[in-house]
T-cell receptor, first 114, second 114 residues
């Protein structure tokens, strides 16, 4: 079974621009969660989507948004980029059914904002 | 709000020695995960602990969960250089308003010296 894939793997953007990151979950997984990892704040939860619905959201400003498509693929968007948005963005997929809640992480997208 | 705390945050070990990383969490949960992260890489799942008293072992690593004490441990036996990495514990409240959200500890940076 193929693992979680994320594109692009690396991205350099300028302050004020916007960016879209993509995540394809493991086949059959309907839940996709997104996390931001920075040296200062560690790993922080952004949001979770299940069957195209956002069910949970972390404490991030409205500039951070996401969506999920009918094939469970997910995108996250960051508008009006700030220097502090430079981070490793990780997505994780899980079945979240039948008591199986384990999350499998993708390779991440390294975003650098200059 | 769930808080997850690891200690120590930095661990410098000699090869061949034993040590334990502790993970304390503030809210009752019986779903705890341990991940490993190498520099610049994503999270690799090590252990899934789903019940009180659960113990899992893989090679030189052994993880346990005490839900009553809200404590998990990751024990390293006879450390080798290849174990050098950052180790995270993460708690999943599995439902309620915590859909798809893992709350991570700060991470323990392990360095194994010859």
């Amino acid at each position: 079974k193929a693992g979680v894939t994320q594109t692009p793997r690396y991205l350099i953007k300028t302050r004020g621009q916007q960016v879209t990151l993509s995540c394809s979950p493991i086949s059959g997984h309907r839940s996709v969660s997104w996390y931001q990892q920075t040296p200062g704040q560690g790993l922080q939860f952004l949001f979770e989507y299940f069957s195209e619905t956002q069910r949970n959201k972390g404490n991030f400003p409205g500039r951070f948004s996401g969506r999920q498509f009918s094939n469970s693929r997910s995108e996250m968007n960051v508008s009006t980029l700030e220097l502090g948005d430079s981070a490793l963005y990780l997505c994780a997929s899980s079945q979240r059914t039948s008591g199986n809640y384990e999350q499998y992480f993708g390779p991440g997208t390294r975003l650098t904002v200059t | 709000e769930l808080k997850v705390e690891q200690n120590p945050l930095f661990l410098s070990m000699q090869e061949g020695k034993n040590y334990t990383i502790y993970c304390n969490y503030s809210t009752t949960s019986d779903r705890l995960y341990w991940y490993r992260q190498d520099p610049g890489k994503s999270l690799e799942s090590l252990f899934v602990l789903l019940s009180n008293g659960a113990v899992k072992q893989e090679g030189r690593l052994m993880a346990s969960l005490d839900t009553k004490a809200r404590l998990s441990t990751l024990h390293i036996t006879a450390a080798v250089h290849d174990l050098s990495a950052t180790y995270f514990c993460a708690v999943d409240l599995a439902g309620g308003t915590s859909y798809g959200k893992l709350t991570f500890g700060q991470g323990t940076i392990l360095t194994v010296h010859p």
